[in-house]
């Protein structure tokens, strides 16, 4: 395992005082023109319990809903960042999901990227915040939204159920055999031994059957899913994959695709900043400079514009060194 320090770029503000920002905030709010660069200047500089805190001061002095005069003051895509930034993590996953699932079209991109890479107790607490305010289920939505395999292996992730630490080296090969006949044969009970075994696996376990798929296959185990699956069932297997090889590399990759392959494809850009932020943006940031050549900031700048520019480098930033 890379065992490094892992990083966001938003830490709890110094000197914290939520009466004073939800002052400031409630004068640029309630100004004859909003001031943009005060809310920038707050809100990404919090932590998210902080925002919290300042949203019920902001409650308690003015007698409003923060969230509700964000939204009735700002527009677009720089309404989106500063609204997302409000809401506790696992309500932002949950809201994400929820759009995600019951938009015009599903948004499978989004449901990969949240239920590929979150943790057991993040999933419980993003299925709780789910019922909390949709007052649906999580895993029946997925169900009624998606079909085929590629719902089958979204329910089971969304389950919570994967082993943690739990590493058992006599199982190892065992497992990669069944990888690999999986991507010979396809047949749907392939399939599903496939997805079971990636869904429900400790990450550590996975390290090692990904190691012995190797030795058996003489392949690598996502070039081995990329020939023979295809669809959102492929992309899926393979996010999951990544994820436990190095989730800031996952993230990277997502970022650089989501700004050069959809032309900034600002809904994902905005979910991984916002969701990434106090948990490893500052590694996703590294991994991207290392990986494309090009800092994540530089990519950024070229693409958006305005207060909304300069809130996603805000979120972004953290230190100046490779800009």
Known sequence: F??????????????????????????????????KDVLIDILTQR?????????EAYRDMYDRDLIMDLKENLSHHFKEVMVGLMYPPASYDAHELWHALKGVDTEENCLID??????????????EAYLMQYN???????????????????????QGARMEGYTDPSTAAQDAMILWEACQQKTGEHKNMLQMILCNKSYQQLWMVFQEFQNISGQDIVDAINECYDGYFQELLVAIVLCVRDKPSYFAYRLHSAIHDFGFHNKTVIRILIARSEIDLMNIRQRYKERYGKSLFHDIKQFASGHYESAL?????????DY
Request: proline share 3%.
């Open 2 to 35: 890379v065992l490094q320090q892992i990083q966001g770029t938003i830490f709890p503000a110094p000197n914290f005082n939520p009466i004073m920002d939800a002052q400031l905030l409630g004068g640029a709010l309630q100004g004859i023109s909003c001031e």
């Open 114 to 127: 949240i239920l590929a890479s979150r943790s057991n107790m993040e999933i419980f607490q993003m299925k």
């Open 47 to 55: 932590c998210n319990s902080q925002r919290l805190m300042i949203a």
């Open 136 to 158: 649906n289920d999580l895993q029946q939505d997925i169900d009624l939204e998606t079909s085929g395999h590629f719902r089958d292996t979204l329910m089971n992730l969304a």
């Open 313 to 321: 480098l805000a979120i972004c930033a953290g230190d100046a060194e």
